[in-house]
């Protein structure tokens, strides 16, 4: 079995669909509404090819592959009937949302499934997940995995209460009872005051224990959560950049080419971590490839989002003014907005894309 080509397909799987996905949304919304979609594009012009044609809609593939598109009826044409530009702002804001909504939509679902592999959450444990080299933590002998059951005298009953307990015994020796395994010990740390906030006084990261879901519909909650905590963090990373929270070199965007590498080695682990092991060995089945996925349809879908012209947020900020003032900026200078901004931003994919290919960034999975 080659890894190396299952990844590939993967890449090349996921990389579509998501864009299939986003488009599908402003397609099927733009019906809906009653907005006559002239052509669906798979990629950016010029054509290779059209696939076929269903209900006056020509499905094209193209041949830069950036994306995809709907070409809707009238889209810079006020005085169309029955196109884009006729349609009411409510219907064209919400044709234009529907790209990123969709996106979000396969997230939560994504984040379910994965749910459902390795169980939720129990808000009420203490489990750590990775241990510092070097840190208080590693010194007093904590170890990933470990669930914490009482800190000093008080039982744990969730990750901020533990996290509190630290904060208040800072320099002072705080006793951990803990849960390794079968066993049950005491383990004696000391936070210290004097390490960086982002790496934590103990040096611990922390979560909760994981346990079988009751339903796929009971991940429906958490899946939702999960979608909305992750969308905050990829957009405060700019801002946690500049403030020096996180260093520029953890947060690369990644082109084709990284992608592609980073989905065959997040296959091969999947498929690895799922072979049977000899002797006593136990191994955990990771989920690499569904974490990638969440990433990459939320990372599309929210860039979608931001007011810059050409996107969908830059024509959603066109529409605003009209619903407040009831008069429609000049179609023309929309048009030609949105053009340049859409020719800036593909001469800027395309330098991204070919310094991408020419330096991918590095990624080890753990």
Do not use: C
Request: glycine share 8%; proline share 7%; aromatic share 8%.
């Amino acid at each position: 079995m080659n890894l190396n080509f299952i990844g590939g397909l993967a890449f090349l799987a996921v990389f579509g669909g998501i864009i299939l996905t986003h488009e599908l949304g402003h397609f099927i919304v733009a019906k809906l509404v009653g907005i006559e979609v002239e052509e669906f594009g798979i990629g950016f012009p010029p054509r290779m090819l059209t696939l076929f044609t269903w209900k006056g809609t020509k499905f094209t593939l193209n041949w830069i592959p950036m994306g995809g598109f709907n070409r809707m009826k009238g889209e810079d044409d006020p005085n169309s009937t029955d196109g884009f530009s006729f349609a009411k702002p409510w219907a064209r804001i919400v044709t234009l949302l529907a790209g990123s909504t969709m996106n979000l939509i396969t997230a939560v679902l994504a984040f379910s499934i994965l749910y459902t592999q390795i169980g939720v959450p129990n808000p009420s444990s203490a489990q750590i997940l990775e241990v510092s080299a070097n840190s208080p933590a590693e010194q007093a002998g904590l170890m990933a995995d470990d669930i914490v059951i009482n800190a000093g005298d008080q039982k744990i009953t969730g990750t901020d209460q533990l996290r509190n307990i630290i904060l208040a015994s800072l320099d002072q020796p705080l006793t951990l009872t803990i849960q390794r395994g079968d066993k049950m010990l005491d383990l004696v740390v000391t936070p210290d005051s004097q390490r960086p906030v982002n790496e934590g006084a103990t040096g611990i990261m922390l979560g909760n224990v994981l346990e079988p879901s009751k339903s796929w519909f009971a991940t429906i909650p958490l899946s939702l959560r999960a979608t909305y905590e992750t969308s905050r963090e990829l957009l405060s990373l700019p801002g946690r950049m500049i403030a020096g929270v996180i260093k520029p070199s953890d947060a690369e965007l990644l082109g084709p080419r990284s992608i592609w590498n980073l989905f065959q080695q997040s296959v091969r682990r999947d498929i690895e971590s799922r072979q049977p092991v000899t002797g006593t060995q136990t191994q955990i089945p990771t989920n690499y490839t569904l974490t990638g996925i969440i990433t990459l349809t939320l990372s599309l879908g929210l860039i979608n989002l931001l007011p810059i012209p050409a996107l969908d947020g830059g024509r959603i900020l066109f529409i605003l003014p009209e619903l407040i003032f009831r008069k429609r900026i000049p179609p023309k200078f929309e048009s030609m907005v949105h053009g340049v901004s859409f020719l800036v931003l593909l001469a800027l994919l395309g330098y991204f894309y070919i310094m991408d290919f020419i330096n991918p960034v590095s990624i080890i999975l753990p």
